[in-house]
């Protein structure tokens, strides 16, 4: 079965990257037709699909973050990885990654100066 695990800071200062990695374990990300996703829970609302990279490097972003979004990998860790720059507190929220049909467990990251 497939295992996912986020990483990265728990707090990042307004105006800075947040970065974050996924990692991997008992599947490939280039396995055909896998895709792998960010997606973020601000607290009290929703979940909000962040972007995905495809088995093949191809990487796509909601247009509400395409701008500040990027999503890559390294294929030789099986992992990928996100940055969103310019931060806000507005971006405070829990990050998982996934893949169909599995999960991470998630990561708090609070912007706060």
């Known amino acids: 079965q497939v295992q996912l695990q986020e990483s990265g800071p728990g707090l990042v200062k307004p105006s800075q990257t947040l970065s974050l990695t996924c990692s991997v374990s008992g599947g490939s990300m280039t396995t055909t037709y896998s895709f792998w996703h960010w997606v973020r829970q601000p607290p009290g609302k929703g979940l909000e699909w962040m972007g995905v990279?495809?088995?093949?490097?191809?990487?796509d972003a909601s247009p509400s973050l395409k701008s500040r979004l990027a999503i890559s990998r390294d294929t030789s860790k099986n992992q990928f990885s996100l940055q969103l720059s310019s931060v806000t507190p507005e971006d405070t929220a829990v990050y998982y990654c996934f893949s169909n049909p599995n999960w991470g467990q998630g990561t708090q990251v609070t912007v706060s100066s």
């Open positions: 990279i495809h088995y093949d490097g191809v990487t």
